[in-house]
Each structure stands twice: as C-alpha cells, then as structure tokens.
C-alpha cells in the first residue's frame, strides 16, 4: 500500500472491522451470483501505472468491466486487514470483483520465513474478496526447490480461505508452457495452477518461440489468462489485438485443452494520458466480447 493510499484509511473499530468484512464478502458474492457468463473479463490495475488504485478501478469500472486484479502495491503481505478489507469495499462500490492479485515471497532466508510471508499474503487476499494470488515464479536456479516447497505447504492453507494460486510465464525456470507445467505438476496440488499469459511468451524467447506453438503444451492446467500483447522488439504496453499475439488461435488451442471459461484479466494496455488509457480500456472490453462470442 502506497504512502498516499495509507493515508486516505482511516483507523477502524473491531465491531466495524467485522462487519466491513461482512459487506466485502456478501457484496463480493452478489456480484458473483448475478453473472452467469463462463468468461470473467476483467483488467488488473497495472496499465493505470502509479495512480492511485481507485484511479484504476474507476476506469475499469467504466469500461464496463465487471472483474478487476491487482498490481502494484495495493494489497501486499503487509497490508493491513483494515486496508485490504478498504480495498475491497472500494471494488464492491463499482460493482467490481477482485479475482486476482500478483504478489510474492522470498525464500533467501529460509522455507519457513517464505511460507510465513505467503501465508500473510493469502490472508489479505482472504480479507480484501480476492479469490486468486498470482506468482511469478522466480529467476534463480538455485531458489527453484524452495521456492515450490513454499508452495506446495501453502496451498491447503490458500484452499481453506478460498483463495486459488497461480503461476504465470515469467522467465527464468518458467518462460515457457513446458517449464510451468513442471513446476505444477512437481507441486501437485489442484489448488496450484497456470494462468497463461501469450505475451510473455514472446517477450522472453526474444519472439523464438510463437504462443501459438507453446500453447498445447499447457493442456489441463489453465485456469486463467493474463490477456497480454507484444509488439517487437521488447514492447508488453500494447492493447491487446493490436500487437503479433493471434488471439483467436490461442484461445481456440486452450479451449481445445480444457480451458472452457474462467478469468480473461488484461494486463497491459497501449499507454498515454489517463483519458487515453481509459478509452484503450473500453476498446480492449470489446476485443474481448467479440473474442469469446
């Protein structure tokens, strides 16, 4: 949570502590119970770069999305439970549900302490009406064993407070479909699973190897999309649809893998002012729509 964010929270009582949680999750479970659709279109918070996260919400919000994730460092592990508990009132006030937040740990030190950390962070996610953490794995070899052991003696403690763990392509050890699934099946739990981001995987094979290709290599551990574009030589901030991804042909292959609907969260988008973003946002919305018709 950002200093400026920090100071808009104001201290709350135990009585009023308990009952916003309550208004979180009963709004949360409105909004999910009115929504039938089998695709959750949604947007993280990232392309509204370091504005404040309600900046973001309202953009999403007026796009006419209905689901938005986390970036940045809006509910982090030491977040308190009064300011994830904020966050997720701010959400709910739009008509928004928080499906994700990218977050992680460090297990430099120890298991222990990495565990420590991602047990916090799965709590105010628990508290903010996040249902899911994304993780972006980690690029030292020499971390990897620890890093899923973390994971692993994690994910019945995420199930219990009813928040799903991903894993993204994110370079290092998981650039690639092949790489995660290693990862997920050496962790083995149905609590762990892919979210699939195309744009990735152009980005860290220097375009070498086409998501169109890698994508069947993730058959049966899909559970969601970061919709993300690329453009060359190292470009991420595009709208998705305007860039090299072949939408259409990756989602035909993950369908044909069992990913059938779940969360499409867009990472990215095209960059420029705010009136600019927002209206990338509301173009991006339609991509969506048409792509899953």
């Known amino acids: 949570m950002t200093k400026e964010n920090q100071k808009t929270t104001r201290p709350i009582s135990r009585r009023d502590f308990i009952g916003s949680v309550m208004f979180t999750t009963a709004a949360a479970a409105l909004i999910s119970g009115c929504r039938r659709e089998d695709w959750q279109l949604g947007c993280f918070t990232r392309p509204w770069g370091s504005a404040d996260y309600r900046v973001a919400f309202d953009g999403i919000a007026e796009a006419g999305f209905s689901y938005v994730g986390l970036m940045g460092a809006i509910i982090t592990r030491e977040t308190t439970a009064e300011q994830a508990v904020e966050v997720g009132r701010e959400a709910a006030s739009r008509g928004l549900e928080i499906l994700s937040l ?154 044909q893998g069992g990913f059938t609907g779940g969360p499409l969260l867009v990472e990215c988008l095209s960059q420029g002012d705010l009136d600019f973003v927002n209206n990338e946002a509301k173009k991006v919305r339609q991509f969506l729509v048409e792509l899953t018709a």
């Open 102 to 255: 990218y977050g992680g740990f460090d297990v430099r030190n120890s298991v222990d302490e990495g565990i420590a950390q991602l047990q916090a962070l799965i709590d105010n996610s628990s508290i903010g009406g996040c249902s899911s953490i994304l993780m972006g794995g980690t690029t030292a070899p020499d971390l990897v064993d620890p890093y899923y052991k973390v994971i692993a003696e994690c994910c019945d403690y995420a199930a219990e407070k009813g928040v799903a763990l991903n894993l993204k392509p994110h370079g290092g050890t998981n650039a690639t479909g092949p790489q995660c699934r290693r990862h997920i099946e050496t962790v083995g739990h149905k609590n762990f699973r892919l979210w699939y981001d195309p744009g990735n995987i152009y980005y860290y094979s220097d375009m070498a190897l086409d998501p169109v290709d890698d994508a069947p290599t993730v058959d049966g551990i899909v559970t969601g999309m970061c919709v993300k574009d690329f453009l060359p030589p190292k470009e991420v901030n595009v709208t998705p649809g305007t860039g090299e991804v072949d939408f259409p042909k990756v989602m035909s292959i993950l369908r």
